[in-house]
């Protein structure tokens, strides 16, 4: 059965500063993976998602993630970190039953 | 952002007691789903739907049953609500299969509803 790991529970940044979000996944085949933000309260946005092609994918709000097979990994990244950015972070595989699997989110914390 | 409105947003009941959640969309998307997020958990599938009376189980569906009589509306019963049942529910649509090929199997989220079983 396919899973996601986020090995992070909370991370803490300092503004402007760079991000990376780990995730890893267990999935047979070709996976689907998405990056999801949850601010407080609310539901969830989209990021960026990895289909097929280029392995670098690029996002909204300044976000990228790499897909490394070798690695069964799909990490997010940002170069410069804002105060807007804090918030919780899913990391997703398409499951079986068509929805998604999430993994149980890294709660990001940033510092002025 | 996408059409889709939940109710109610917050609900305390008792346990024994029988919960129906009311997801509704305007975007006439085919596919529609339900999640539960807790603590240590993240989001699981209860149920789906892939078109009018067409629904599947997800991970977590023990305890839940659905109906969806129109495309837009996607109710999630709780038959008779148990303390494990208490979460934060979010309903999701997608045009296509999430594990589609095309451009158009982004899922998108509700805000949430707030269910406390005491």
């Known amino acids: 059965a396919q899973s996601v790991t986020q090995p992070d529970i909370h991370i803490t940044v300092s503004e402007g500063a760079s991000l990376e979000l780990r995730c890893n996944y267990s999935?047979?085949?070709?996976?689907?993976l998405f990056w999801y933000v949850q601010s407080p309260g609310q539901g969830l946005q989209l990021l960026l998602k990895?289909?097929?092609?280029?392995?670098l994918v690029q996002g909204i709000k300044g976000f990228e993630a790499e897909f490394k097979r070798s690695q069964s990994s799909f990490n997010l990244r940002k170069p410069s970190v804002h105060w807007s950015d804090a918030a919780e972070y899913f990391c997703?595989?398409?499951?079986?039953?068509?929805?998604?699997?999430f993994g149980k989110g890294t709660h990001l914390i940033i510092q002025p | 952002d996408a059409g889709i409105t939940q109710s109610p947003r917050h609900k305390v009941t008792e346990t024994g007691t029988p919960v129906t959640l009311r997801c509704h969309q305007t975007?006439?998307?085919?596919?529609m789903y339900w999640y539960r997020q807790d603590p240590g958990h993240g989001l699981r599938l209860i149920h789906y739907?892939?078109?009018?009376?067409?629904?599947d189980k997800g991970e977590v569906s023990d305890g839940y049953s659905v109906s969806r009589s129109k495309t837009e509306d996607f109710l999630l019963t709780l038959e008779s609500a148990t303390s494990s049942q208490t979460s934060v529910y979010f309903c999701?649509?997608?045009?296509?299969?999430?594990?589609?090929?095309?451009?158009?199997?982004?899922?998108?989220f509700g805000p949430g509803t707030r269910l406390t079983v005491l």
């Open positions: 975007e006439n998307h085919r596919y």
């Open positions: 739907s892939y078109g009018v009376k067409d629904t």
């Open positions: 999935y047979g085949a070709t996976p689907y």
């Open positions: 997703a595989v398409v499951g079986g039953a068509d929805g998604l699997t």
């Open positions: 990895y289909f097929s092609g280029d392995t």
């Open positions: 999701a649509i997608s045009e296509s299969r999430v594990s589609g090929l095309g451009g158009n199997n982004e899922q998108f």
